[in-house]
């Protein structure tokens, strides 16, 4: 009966269970609400800081609107209205993620800096919560949209094969929308943040955050724009492609039970969620300190997904089910899912190691900084480098592990596995802008030296979250791509059964597509990296411009103008953010439509992609969060702290750091998803 109920209704059930995460954001969403928002110049701060979230986030809206537009139009008429339609979906629910998260994110800010008035927990309450709206956004509006417009689809043409169809124009949607989220968002706080420590903390030696810095306002809204619009995008991009990529994967393996197949990945996801409410109370209800109480979370969520999804998976594939034919049995299934969140706690683990104050590396970098700029860098990247080492060997062996158990499938599952945790993953990196912003209107607003005292430390442990997080981002992209690339595959299988696919490493235009595919991301990094430089360097002028103009701002007499910087950023986010986010398409497009390349060169392309995409995504995200951490580890007293040498180079090395973990790094991730989602919808069109 239970297996019957879980056949009929799986899909109804997850969709159930996705509402349910959004009541529970809308309740957090009261609870924070309802938070006291301090006194009059506090809430001013935080005003200033919400209008320009806001205003950017308009104006990024409208500029990714008129391409989206242009993408839903080619979609129609090269694929069908029905996969355009859900292009519209994919993309106004990761907007929708993006938009409430942040709303949220910047009215938290200040009730946080009143609460830490109280004490720390109080603080870190306000603070996760505020971040756990966004996570369970995420999760909710992913798995409600992709499950009810797979239904609806289903009803109407009465066929799976063109429900799923649809659903890969709901992971392009998310996909793009997503590489603009990240992208803009990232060179709008890595241009505001850098600028605003060249000129403040090593020209002016002004404190983080200090009032008469003119770019302070434009660093603060920045985090909001980058790690909350930005993160929510770029997880509910990857939470949905990857369970599409599942159902993809599942209905052509499987061997005359698809729906069996394509509800597993649902009910995975849904029944995931109650583990996270329950970490979010664990969170909340916790006496431990701050880091402790966060990772705990993360073990709670996960343990007890694992708890509900095995007797689901007993029930469900009682029998086992064949793929590709192969017998797969409950137990196989279920520990593919074991391994998906024992990555996850891995991945927590080792990016908490090679970025927590806590650790060696961190340390290392801070000590390199006694000796100069130049070793602080090079201690940083090596850093850096190094955390690629156990993440990748770690994918590995889960490839492998998971391939033997259950073959492609079965690598599909781990990911998602791994994915449905972001309710409370993405909580942890929504936390780190709120703290960062609460320390802001602290300094800003005159608090008190133990309320500063009270948010650096929940700054601190924020960093490393978002690191963390970025990192889970990176790892879990990894896998997924590996789905969408056997998912490109089995496609062309089924669109050519009579034509022989020849991916030996033999065949030249292999080769060409993984040169090629290995160029992309270094590329994309690149103008990613060229944006925050020119960006940051105009707000450099202008803080200088306006500190010489007006001498009364260094002396508290004036007002800085902060909506110049605002303004700055703004326009620098906006146009530099379209040209690397349209050239994974481009790329993708030029190597199908050339005739001597085709679709094996376009499967290295996707290969290539994915192999140095991970590399450089972890590099960079690691040792971003390193030289940040470095940074604020001297600021604590070590190694000379504040004003000493160790301390100018550790900033040097945190504005490197800061477009390398907060713009570029992280937005390989979407842009690995879209060269793969891209390549299986032009399947039909070219092949």
Same mark, same amino acid.
């Given at each position: 009966?239970?297996e019957?109920l879980?056949?009929?209704?799986g899909?109804?059930?997850?969709?159930v269970?996705?509402?349910v995460?959004?009541?529970?954001?809308?309740?957090l969403?009261?609870s924070?609400l309802?938070?006291?928002?301090?006194?009059?110049?506090?809430?001013?701060?935080?005003a200033?800081?919400?209008?320009g979230?806001?205003a950017?986030l308009?104006r990024?809206v409208?500029?990714i609107?008129?391409?989206?537009?242009?993408?839903v =139009?080619a =979609?129609?008429?090269?694929?069908n209205?029905?996969t355009?339609?859900g292009?519209?979906?994919?993309a106004?629910c990761?907007?929708?993620a993006?938009?409430?998260?942040?709303n949220?994110?910047v009215r938290a800010?200040v009730r946080?800096?009143?609460?830490?008035?109280?004490?720390p927990?109080?603080a870190?309450?306000?603070a996760?919560?505020?971040?756990?709206v966004?996570?369970l956004l995420?999760v909710g509006?992913?798995?409600?949209?992709?499950?009810?417009f797979y239904l609806?689809?289903k009803h109407?043409?009465?066929?799976?094969?063109a429900?799923?169809?649809s659903l890969i124009?709901?992971?392009?949607g998310?996909?793009?929308?997503s590489?603009f989220?990240?992208?803009?968002g990232?060179?709008?706080t890595?241009?505001?943040d850098?600028g605003?420590?060249l000129?403040?903390k090593?020209?002016q030696?002004?404190h983080e955050d200090?009032?008469r810095?003119?770019?302070?306002?434009?660093?603060?809204?920045?985090?909001n724009?980058?790690?909350?619009?930005?993160?929510?995008?770029?997880v509910?991009e990857?939470y949905?492609?990857?369970?599409?990529?599942?159902?993809?994967i599942?209905y052509?393996?499987s061997?005359?039970h698809?729906?069996?197949?394509?509800i597993?990945p649902?009910?995975?996801c849904?029944l995931?969620?109650i583990?996270s409410l329950v970490?979010?109370?664990?969170?909340?209800a916790s006496?431990?300190?701050?880091?402790?109480?966060?990772i705990?979370?993360?073990a709670v969520s996960?343990i007890?997904?694992?708890?509900?999804?095995?007797?689901a998976?007993?029930?469900?594939?009682?029998?086992?089910?064949?793929?590709?034919?192969?017998? =797969?049995?409950?137990t196989?299934?279920?520990?593919?899912?074991?391994?998906g969140i024992v990555?996850?706690?891995?991945?927590v683990?080792?990016?908490?190691?090679?970025?927590?104050t806590?650790?060696?590396?961190? %340390?290392r970098i801070a000590?390199?900084s006694?000796?100069g700029?130049?070793t602080?860098?090079?201690a940083?990247?090596?850093?850096?480098h190094h955390?690629?080492t156990?993440p990748?060997?770690?994918?590995?062996?889960?490839?492998f592990?998971?391939y033997?158990?259950?073959g492609l499938?079965?690598?599909?599952?781990?990911v998602?596995?791994m994915l449905s945790?972001?309710g409370?993953?993405?909580s942890?990196?929504a936390?780190?802008?709120?703290t960062?912003n609460?320390g802001g209107?602290?300094?800003?607003s005159?608090?008190p030296d133990?309320?500063?005292?009270?948010?650096?430390?929940l700054?601190a442990?924020?960093?490393?979250?978002?690191?963390?997080?970025?990192?889970y981002?990176i790892?879990?992209a990894g896998?997924a791509?590996?789905?969408?690339f056997?998912?490109?595959v089995e496609?062309?299988?089924?669109?050519?059964?009579?034509v022989?696919?020849?991916?030996?490493l033999t065949n030249p235009?292999?080769?060409i597509?993984?040169f090629?595919?290995?160029l992309?991301?270094y590329?994309?990094?690149?103008?990613?990296?060229?944006?925050?430089?020119?960006a940051?360097?105009?707000?450099?002028?202008?803080?200088r %411009?306006?500190?010489k103009a007006?001498?009364?701002i260094?002396?508290?007499?004036s007002?800085?103008d902060?909506g110049?910087?605002?303004d700055i950023?703004?326009?620098?986010a906006?146009?530099?953010?379209?040209?690397?986010?349209?050239?994974?398409i481009?790329?993708?497009v030029?190597?199908a439509?050339i005739?001597?390349?085709?679709k094996e060169?376009?499967g290295?392309?996707?290969?290539?992609?994915?192999?140095t995409?991970?590399f450089v995504g972890?590099?960079m995200?690691?040792a971003g969060?390193?030289?940040?951490?470095a940074?604020?580890y001297?600021?604590?007293?070590n190694h000379?702290?504040?004003?000493?040498?160790?301390?100018?180079?550790?900033v040097t090395?945190?504005?490197?750091?800061?477009?390398?973990?907060?713009?570029?790094?992280p937005?390989?991730?979407?842009?690995?998803?879209v060269?793969?989602?891209v390549?299986?919808?032009l399947?039909?069109?070219f092949?």
């Amino acid at each position: 009966m239970f297996e019957n109920l879980l056949t009929h209704h799986g899909i109804t059930t997850s969709i159930v269970l996705g509402f349910v995460s959004l009541l529970i954001a809308l309740w957090l969403i009261r609870s924070v609400l309802a938070a006291s928002a301090g006194n009059d110049r506090m809430k001013e701060i935080a005003a200033a800081i919400q209008a320009g979230a806001s205003a950017y986030l308009h104006r990024q809206v409208m500029a990714i609107s008129a391409i989206a537009l242009v993408m839903v =139009v080619a =979609v129609g008429f090269l694929r069908n209205w029905t996969t355009a339609s859900g292009f519209v979906v994919g993309a106004v629910c990761s907007l929708i993620a993006g938009y409430i998260g942040m709303n949220i994110a910047v009215r938290a800010n200040v009730r946080t800096a009143q609460a830490a008035s109280v004490g720390p927990r109080p603080a870190l309450r306000v603070a996760f919560n505020g971040g756990a709206v966004t996570g369970l956004l995420v999760v909710g509006l992913g798995l409600v949209s992709v499950g009810a417009f797979y239904l609806i689809v289903k009803h109407f043409t009465q066929s799976d094969r063109a429900a799923i169809d649809s659903l890969i124009g709901l992971a392009l949607g998310s996909s793009l929308i997503s590489v603009f989220a990240r992208l803009g968002g990232g060179i709008y706080t890595k241009a505001a943040d850098v600028g605003a420590d060249l000129v403040g903390k090593i020209e002016q030696n002004l404190h983080e955050d200090d009032p008469r810095n003119p770019a302070t306002i434009a660093d603060n809204v920045g985090d909001n724009v980058g790690d909350c619009a930005g993160m929510a995008a770029d997880v509910f991009e990857t939470y949905a492609v990857s369970l599409i990529g599942a159902i993809l994967i599942g209905y052509l393996t499987s061997a005359g039970h698809a729906s069996v197949a394509i509800i597993y990945p649902f009910l995975i996801c849904g029944l995931a969620i109650i583990g996270s409410l329950v970490g979010i109370w664990y969170v909340n209800a916790s006496k431990s300190n701050a880091t402790n109480a966060l990772i705990g979370g993360v073990a709670v969520s996960g343990i007890l997904s694992a708890a509900l999804i095995y007797p689901a998976t007993q029930a469900l594939f009682q029998n086992g089910l064949e793929f590709s034919g192969k017998l =797969v049995s409950a137990t196989s299934l279920f520990s593919c899912v074991v391994i998906g969140i024992v990555l996850t706690f891995a991945t927590v683990w080792i990016t908490n190691y090679y970025t927590s104050t806590a650790h060696k590396p961190v %340390r290392r970098i801070a000590e390199a900084s006694e000796t100069g700029h130049a070793t602080n860098i090079i201690a940083g990247i090596s850093v850096g480098h190094h955390s690629t080492t156990l993440p990748v060997l770690l994918i590995a062996a889960s490839i492998f592990s998971c391939y033997e158990l259950a073959g492609l499938y079965g690598i599909a599952i781990a990911v998602i596995s791994m994915l449905s945790l972001s309710g409370i993953i993405i909580s942890l990196d929504a936390f780190g802008p709120i703290t960062d912003n609460a320390g802001g209107i602290a300094v800003m607003s005159g608090l008190p030296d133990e309320v500063r005292k009270i948010t650096d430390e929940l700054d601190a442990v924020g960093n490393t979250m978002k690191a963390v997080t970025k990192g889970y981002a990176i790892a879990s992209a990894g896998l997924a791509a590996m789905v969408l690339f056997g998912s490109y595959v089995e496609e062309l299988k089924a669109h050519l059964p009579n034509v022989k696919l020849n991916f030996d490493l033999t065949n030249p235009s292999i080769i060409i597509g993984l040169f090629i595919g290995g160029l992309l991301p270094y590329i994309f990094t690149a103008y990613a990296m060229d944006a925050v430089g020119s960006a940051a360097g105009a707000v450099v002028n202008e803080v200088r %411009r306006q500190v010489k103009a007006f001498p009364g701002i260094l002396t508290g007499e004036s007002t800085p103008d902060y909506g110049q910087c605002v303004d700055i950023v703004t326009k620098a986010a906006l146009k530099k953010m379209i040209v690397p986010a349209l050239l994974p398409i481009v790329f993708v497009v030029a190597v199908a439509a050339i005739p001597f390349l085709g679709k094996e060169a376009l499967g290295g392309v996707l290969v290539g992609t994915i192999v140095t995409g991970l590399f450089v995504g972890i590099a960079m995200t690691s040792a971003g969060g390193a030289w940040d951490n470095a940074k604020k580890y001297i600021e604590e007293g070590n190694h000379g702290g504040k004003g000493s040498q160790a301390h100018a180079a550790a900033v040097t090395g945190d504005t490197v750091g800061d477009p390398y973990k907060d713009t570029a790094g992280p937005a390989v991730n979407p842009m690995i998803k879209v060269v793969n989602i891209v390549a299986i919808l032009l399947i039909p069109i070219f092949f």
